[in-house]
């Protein structure tokens, strides 16, 4: 394990798996008060003020990566594995049955799933899709199989404010009742 880490022999080291850093509290940059959320390009053109109230804003992580970054957005290095980008099965869940990811509700169902199917990476990245219907409520399934397309809709976080990052498309997020699956 450590060799194919050191020598990233892209035979071996077939990915990496990541959650969307937009999803953190401080991606973007922004003043909560005034719900200005700016991307770093809106901020350098307002010269890091609140276009509202006309205070700094708090600059975020990915505009300090862009002005530490040798190399412009998106560059991948030519060496370097590959990566997979998952959201938390427990907040796929959570959407598709329009509860809170801490519920009661996605713990159960979290659990069914890990049981039935294998582990959440498992789940998240392997399982056949045709199968997956069959297998966990239809809902969940797609919300899976859209986060494997890459077909999310992504609010990025910003001074303090979580960001979010959906599977489903507006208007598709309405909850599911159908609980007793298995
Ligand atoms: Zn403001």
């Not at 002005?67 to 991948?76: K, N, S, T």
């Not at 979290?110 to 998240?124: H, T």
Request: proline share 6%.
């Amino acid at each position: 394990m450590i060799q194919i880490l050191k020598t990233k022999d892209r035979k071996r080291f077939l990915y990496t798996i990541e959650f969307y850093p937009e999803e953190g509290k401080y991606h973007w940059d922004g003043h909560r008060a005034c719900k200005a959320r700016l991307s770093p390009e809106e901020a350098s053109r307002t010269n890091n003020k609140c276009p509202v109230c006309g205070k700094n804003i708090t600059v975020g992580v990915l505009h300090r990566l862009a002005a530490l970054a040798d190399r412009p957005e998106g560059f991948v290095l030519e060496s370097s594995p590959a990566f997979k980008k998952v959201v938390p099965l427990a907040e796929i869940i959570a959407s598709a049955l329009g509860v809170g990811p801490d519920s009661a509700t996605v713990e159960k169902e979290y659990q069914q799933m890990i049981k039935n199917l294998g582990s959440e990476f498992n789940v998240l990245l392997e399982f056949p899709e045709k199968e997956l219907d069959k297998r966990c409520p239809a809902k969940i399934a797609r919300g899976i199989i859209n986060m494997r397309k890459g077909n999310v809709s992504i609010v990025p976080g910003y001074d303090g404010e979580y960001g979010k990052v959906s599977v489903f498309k507006e208007g598709e997020e309405k909850p599911e009742k159908q609980l007793s699956f298995f």
